[in-house]
């Protein structure tokens, strides 16, 4: 090596930030050229969107912001799963099962304070995102049943149930539509700046986010689900720690934290639990989770990114015609280009590292049964 | 009506609710046995429904049911060079490939016919009536009086559990998907073979996409899908990868469908969303044993060659 060690190590480090920006400079090549395409004026379109997103601080604060709180919750809780390669597509059902938890325990217990009655739902939402995991992890750990299918059933099992729910049981008084009764002023989430919208679950996701970081950095419980999530068998057959209960944290963490983002979109923003509460929050998380290369305070950025494209969406819709569809076409764009500079970069760097070991890149893989 | 009648108009719903979840999963059947997880099968049948309602604009009825089914093709053919060939995971290009889907399908739908989107007529499959077997009682409508893609259901079943279980291909084919390595060493071309796999699946989840715009609806309509491509996968899991099983279990997954509408008629008040979780529900008991074993094949959504080491 010509290069002293301490630049070596500034471009390893640099270099998923340049892949990040290839993959967004191609997904709006490509983007811009689909939008020609389809008979738009690309310039007018990203100018709605990025105005739409970015133009004024109410759109800024009070759009794109509230759009990226969910997005950043449910970002984090996939991104701590898949550092330990446990491939959890259940962020969804985990997010409908807190919100239902949520509100349920609002609307039914007379706790009164906001002191009580916020730390009372948030705890209630929290768990039952994480029994919601729960199910899913048992299932891995004791019989060997990969989660990918097992999240994803689980997704479907939540919807039908909050559907029952706000149809049946927790039905609004007045019964005239399927929601809830309004959650009272108490369990309300205060907003953060005066005269927005914003509130304070965007504060609770930057919060998780650098606690999440500091835990996976620099505790010996992070190191492990770092360690299993390098390499399952390595871990095992070191016989340090048993992989099991590292599994087992990693699931109900990340349901815990999907469970919180329904819950305090309800408390936030809705004030009432109905049917598709979620325009697929759970899904696009993994982009979220994806584009912050798992990392959680990447994923502060990248949800507002996401949140960013949302706002503008509805912006591009209104000023230039544009249907706001094309941003969810525009996400995963930037989702395969993600994945193809990755491998770009990692057959690259295969064939600097020839006969060295070469090393895994971040993102990972879903390896292990399904 | 008489509780036959009821019956009957109940197996005529039921059968025509699964048809296009077993056209979906009868492909993904075979993905999943070449060691393709498609989680952008959602992608292909709604591209399937937006092609087969263009195709039929511009063609008529069969046209369309063909041009969804290349829609659908399509679109499996991104996700296969992005899985297969790229040897991207296959979890998050399938969820790019559903999420950009249900985007792009929507853009075009609203570019060509306005934000607002006026609903569209479109000439629907005629039913073929099958001489004396639709004339049995209770079960001869439902089952022998049905669209095109009902009858192909009941062709690709055989069809493909021969293919799958009593031939060469079949056999090289679920090798790729039990372990690649082997099949590797075998001389199996693993990679073109995972790739046609997985876009067979698609050319099937895109006749699924057009049996709703085409026969189920008459219309197209944005996220019309909703959700099947993700079923199919549970029909899968259910009908444990074998063309029979997952055929009873689209039955059983269309008939808890169909119960809903019944039990309404009959009573408004009864809990249906319970219903419709019951499938789920009892797949994922299926997964945990409680039917007798059923595993996953070995390989499934590894990638190959492996990477890293």
Do not use: C
């Not at chain 1, 340049?18 to 990203?46: E, K, R, Y």
């Not at chain 2, 991207?88 to 290009?93: K, L, S």
């Not at chain 2, 372990?179 to 001389?187: F, N, R």
């Not at chain 2, 895109?206 to 197209?220: E, K, M, Y």
């Amino acid at each position: 090596m010509s290069n002293p060690p301490g630049f070596a190590r500034f471009r390893a480090d640099l270099r998923p930030v340049l892949g990040a920006a290839t993959a967004l400079v191609a997904t709006t090549a490509i983007a811009a050229t689909l939008l020609a395409l389809g008979g738009h004026s690309p310039g007018a379109a990203f100018g709605a969107l990025v105005r739409g997103a970015f133009g004024s601080w109410h759109n800024f604060v009070s759009v794109t912001l509230v759009q990226a709180t969910p997005l950043l919750l449910t970002g984090l809780a996939v991104a701590l799963a898949f550092r330990a390669r446990v491939w959890n597509i259940g962020a969804e059902g985990q997010l409908h099962a807190g919100a239902l938890a949520g509100v349920a325990v609002a609307v039914s217990l007379p706790l009164g304070s906001p002191f009580l009655v916020l730390p009372a739902t948030l705890l209630a939402a929290a768990a039952a995102g994480a029994l919601w995991a729960a199910v899913p992890a048992a299932m891995k750990t004791r019989m060997g049943v990969g989660e990918v299918i097992t999240t994803l059933l689980m997704n479907f099992v939540a919807l039908f149930l909050a559907q029952f729910l706000v149809q049946g049981p927790l039905r609004e008084s007045r019964g005239a539509l399927p929601q809830t009764d309004a959650i009272p002023a108490a369990a309300q989430l205060p907003v953060l700046i005066p005269g927005s919208r914003l509130h304070l679950g965007f504060l609770i996701g930057i919060l998780i986010a650098v606690a999440l970081w500091l835990y996976l950095a620099r505790t010996p419980g992070g190191f492990r689900i770092r360690a299993v999530g390098a390499s399952p068998r390595a871990a095992e057959v070191s016989g340090r720690f048993r992989t099991g209960p590292v599994i087992w944290r990693a699931f109900l963490a990340s349901g815990a934290i999907a469970g919180l983002a329904g819950w305090i979109q309800i408390s936030g923003i809705t004030h009432r639990m109905y049917e598709n509460l979620s325009p697929g929050w759970g899904y696009t998380a993994i982009a979220v989770a994806l584009l912050a290369r798992l990392h959680p305070l990447a994923a502060v950025l990248t949800a507002i990114v996401f949140g960013a494209l949302s706002a503008g969406g509805a912006a591009m819709q209104r000023e230039a015609g544009v249907p706001d569809a094309w941003v969810r076409g525009i996400e995963a764009l930037v989702i395969l280009a993600v994945l193809a500079v990755d491998r770009g970069l990692q057959a690259f760097s295969d064939k600097t590292a020839a006969g060295a070991t070469s090393r895994r890149a971040e993102t990972g893989t879903a390896a292990g049964r399904v | 009506m008489s509780d036959l009648a009821v019956l009957s108009s109940f197996l005529i719903s039921a059968v025509g609710l699964a048809v296009p979840l077993a056209l979906a999963a009868l492909g993904e059947t075979v993905s999943q046995r070449a060691g393709v997880i498609n989680i952008g099968l959602e992608g292909s049948v709604i591209w399937g429904a937006l092609g087969g309602a263009l195709g039929s604009l511009a063609a008529g009825g069969y046209a369309g049911l063909l041009a969804g089914g290349l829609a659908g093709a399509a679109v499996a053919l991104v996700f296969a060079v992005f899985a297969v060939r790229l040897n991207t995971d296959q979890i998050i290009t399938g969820t790019a490939v559903t999420i950009g889907s249900l985007g792009f399908t929507g853009a075009l739908y609203q570019s060509r016919f306005g934000v607002t989107g006026v609903a569209l007529e479109l000439e629907t499959l005629p039913a073929w009536d099958l001489p004396l077997l639709s004339r049995v009682p209770v079960i001869g409508p439902s089952l022998f009086d049905q669209e095109l893609t009902a009858y192909i259901v009941y062709v690709m079943v055989p069809l493909l559990a021969w293919f799958l279980f009593r031939t060469r291909w079949g056999l090289a084919l679920r090798a790729a998907g039990e372990s690649p390595e082997a099949a590797h060493a075998a001389g199996v071309p693993v990679v073109r073979t995972r790739m046609l796999a997985a876009v067979f699946a698609g050319l099937m989840a895109g006749l699924a996409g057009a049996h709703l715009s085409l026969v189920h609806t008459g219309t197209f309509a944005e996220n019309m899908s909703a959700g099947k491509g993700f079923i199919a996968i549970a029909v899968v899991v259910l009908g444990r990868w074998r063309p029979a099983g997952v055929l009873a279990a689209a039955l059983f997954f269309g008939g808890a469908e169909a119960l809903q509408f019944t039990l309404q008629a009959i009573d408004a008040d009864l809990p249906y969303p319970l219903f419709l979780a019951l499938p789920y529900v009892l797949s994922l008991a299926a997964l945990a044993g409680w039917f007798g074993r059923s595993r996953a094949p070995e390989g499934l959504a590894l990638p190959w060659p492996r990477r890293g080491h």
